[in-house]
């Protein structure tokens, strides 16, 4: 049982399992760095590392007019694999990251804003296609699906009750996450000297990320913040990443 001195009980306890959680993915992804050289020198792959930036779009419905959305800058980093197999440049990259999303929203009749983030570990599969220029720079294109599955998030509704023209006495529910998400990338970069990799991809999100049917708690209030009885959204961002490849 956690120790928790002057904190609320409740709060204590959903801290404690949003660290057990990130506890996990650090032992795992702990292992698959001490795992992954014995693979590449078995099998031929090549162990990377990989960083990068996103520049988040929301593809938001269900919400008032009133209510702007705006680009938040999120971040990306982890291992990944790749393998080359040799048939006509074709290579294949699986990556293992730890992934933070966002989005702003603004209620322009008052300019009350929030920022809705998400953390999440994605695995993003693609398949490239590597055309040399030299010895020691190539173009490629690349195209796979990425999987993501949600490890901690914001409460998109405690965060736009807080935006609401009038005060709302309750904050609303956690407005109906999604666990695991597919999306689509493409895109393409550069490789140079054979070890180090500059990307830009777009990811299309195949599936939502959030949905909420707002008929149970309709008042005054929220119907400033909604249209509809249906809030849902989908992710769409773009990816600039830097990898090194040993």
């Keep these: 049982?956690?120790?928790?001195?002057?904190?609320?009980?409740?709060?204590?306890?959903?801290?404690?399992?949003?660290?057990?959680?990130?506890?996990?993915?650090f032992y795992l992804l702990s292992f698959l760095v001490w795992l992954c050289p014995a693979i590449c020198m078995a099998q031929g792959l090549h162990l990377?590392?990989?960083?990068?930036?996103?520049?988040?779009?929301?593809d938001i419905h269900g919400i008032?007019?009133?209510?702007?959305?705006?680009?938040?800058?999120?971040?990306?980093?982890?291992?990944?694999?790749?393998?080359?197999?040799?048939?006509y440049g074709?290579?294949?990259?699986?990556?293992?990251?730890?992934?933070?999303?966002?989005?702003?929203?603004?209620?322009?009749?008052?300019?009350a804003s929030a920022d809705i983030k998400t953390q999440s570990i994605d695995i993003p599969i693609e398949l490239k296609w590597e055309m040399g220029l030299s010895d020691n720079f190539d173009l490629f294109l690349g195209i796979g699906p990425s999987f993501s599955f949600l490890v901690n998030e914001d409460n998109w509704g405690r965060k736009l009750v807080?935006?609401?023209?009038?005060?709302?006495?309750?904050d609303l529910s956690s407005m109906g996450w999604r666990s695991t998400e597919v999306g689509l990338n493409l895109g393409g970069g550069?490789?140079?000297?054979?070890?180090l990799m500059l990307s830009c991809y777009y990811n299309i999100g195949l599936?939502?990320?959030?949905?909420?049917?707002?008929?149970?708690?309709k008042h005054d209030a929220i119907d400033q913040i909604f249209d509809g009885d249906i809030f849902k959204s989908r992710n769409r961002y773009w990816q600039l990443?830097?990898?090194y490849i040993f």
């Design 241 to 243: 990443s830097l990898a």
């Design 1 to 25: 049982m956690p120790l928790c001195l002057n904190q609320n009980p409740y709060l204590c306890v959903i801290t404690t399992i949003i660290k057990n959680k990130m506890r996990k993915v």
């Design 190 to 195: 550069v490789k140079i000297m054979k070890h």
């Design 162 to 170: 807080h935006i609401a023209v009038d005060a709302i006495d309750k």
């Design 207 to 217: 599936t939502e990320s959030a949905r909420h049917h707002i008929g149970g708690d």
């Design 90 to 111: 074709l290579t294949l990259d699986f990556s293992l990251l730890y992934v933070q999303r966002g989005v702003k929203l603004t209620n322009t009749s008052n300019d």
């Design 48 to 58: 990377g590392l990989k960083a990068g930036i996103l520049g988040n779009k929301a």
């Design 64 to 87: 008032s007019n009133w209510v702007k959305t705006e680009n938040m800058t999120g971040f990306q980093v982890g291992p990944m694999l790749q393998y080359q197999t040799g048939f």
